[in-house]
């Protein structure tokens, strides 16, 4: 006896767009807090040419090196395609932002429309399967003592620049204290046993233990970027400690 046999209909379920998906695979690789100083620079340029920025309006050296260092601050754990994408998005109208930057790529600007990619990211990968972890490229201690050193050297160097040409030179409080276990971690000498007590000492004002190691950590490392500049001197890849050749 033969039985009609009805196809049962199988209900898919929607995951994400094309665009969830794109902004998931630019979520997979180098993270910005530990990402090269030049591809976040490429990163940055792609950015400024798809807003329109040009020639003259352009950032400075100067201007380049702060805004590299708020980006690896403040959005560290991005990566440098999820800036692309997140200007790629902007300019063509997928976020809820203003994507004039009236011939000023600032800090307040890109802050803007990372945020408005971050809000709008959430929502749209919410209900993707998570990234394999086993995907996403994780650093060699090799490359984060080599970012460690690098930066340092970058501080201080437009430090002096600063200096030589009478301009201010401001730190980016955020991501400092991470800078300054890197440098710790891979036995780069930085601020002296005594030093560090006396920092201590001198934030005993703040209350919650964390955040006063991470105070302190923070000064530590300005007071140790300032001491290379006031003494003249680099780290080396290998780590020492070395007077700059005249």
Known sequence: MSQNLVPVQQEWKRYGSGNAIAIQQAQIGHTLRVSNEDTIKQALRYSMLLVGLRGNNLPTEEEKFVLTNFVKSNFGNNTCEEIKLAFEMAVAGKLQVDTKCYENFSCEYFGRIMNAYLDYSREEIKNLPKPIELMKEKPSDQELKKQAI???????????????????????????????????????????????????NKYSNIQ????????????????????????????DQDGNIKPNEI
Do not use: M
């Open 150 to 200: 690098d930066t340092a050297n970058e501080y201080a160097k437009q430090i002096k620049f600063c200096e030589q040409n009478d301009k201010k030179f401001t730190f980016i409080a955020g991501g400092l204290s991470i800078l300054f276990d890197y440098l710790e971690q891979f036995k780069i000498p930085t601020i002296s046993r005594e030093e560090k007590i006396e920092l201590w």
């Open 208 to 235: 919650d233990v964390e955040e006063r190691k991470l105070h302190c950590k923070t000064q530590g490392y300005i007071k140790f970027i300032n001491s290379l500049v006031t003494f003249d001197c680099f780290i």
